[in-house]
Every structure is written in structure tokens, then in C-alpha cells.
């Protein structure tokens, strides 16, 4: 064992500690504002759970759309939904093993 270089990643370490210290927030140094869940109307929950429905077929959620790999400004939102489905999609089957 090289105590040489255990000696420099102590160092190391302790440099990294000391450089990613943060005080905690508390009362004293922050304005803490409590977390209110703002009232969600149910009609907007049916709504977007109908617009966005997840397809029972992966076919339906992996094409040429989905895995091409230019993003730009015109598909950036959709490919982002995508990505998002085949998540949901991929958790669902995880789930219900």
C-alpha cells in the first residue's frame, strides 16, 4: 500500500468535502413558504387522461418518430411526449409481473 497516494486521496477527499459543504436551510437563514396543493378540478384530470391515453401496444408507442434521433424545435415537445408514454409503458409492464 502506497501511503503516498493514500495520503493525496485523503486530501482529495477532504478538498471535495469541504468545497460541497451548504448550510442547511432552516428558519433562521430562509424564508421557508409551506407547500399548498393547489385544488385540481376534476374535469381537467379526464381530460388529460383522455388525451393522453397509454397505448396497450408498444408498436403504437416505438416508430420511426420516436426513435429518430434529430431534435429539433418543430418535434422537440412531441418527442418528448413519446419518451414519456414509453416510460409509463415500460413501468406498467414492470408493475404488473
Not at 49 to 71: F, G, K
Request: no cysteine.
Amino acid at each position: 500500500m502506497d501511503m503516498n497516494s493514500t495520503i493525496e486521496r485523503l486530501e482529495r477527499v477532504i478538498s471535495l468535502q469541504q468545497e460541497l459543504q451548504v448550510a442547511r436551510w432552516t428558519s433562521d437563514n430562509s424564508n421557508i413558504v409551506a407547500f399548498e396543493k393547489a385544488p385540481v378540478s376534476v374535469n381537467l384530470d379526464a381530460k388529460l387522461l383522455q388525451r393522453y391515453e397509454l397505448p396497450s401496444d408498444i408498436n403504437a408507442i416505438i416508430n420511426t418518430e420516436t426513435v429518430n434521433n434529430e431534435l429539433n424545435a418543430n418535434n422537440y415537445r412531441h418527442h418528448m411526449h413519446s419518451l414519456l408514454t414509453l416510460e409509463e409503458f415500460i413501468r406498467m409492464k414492470i408493475i404488473s409481473r
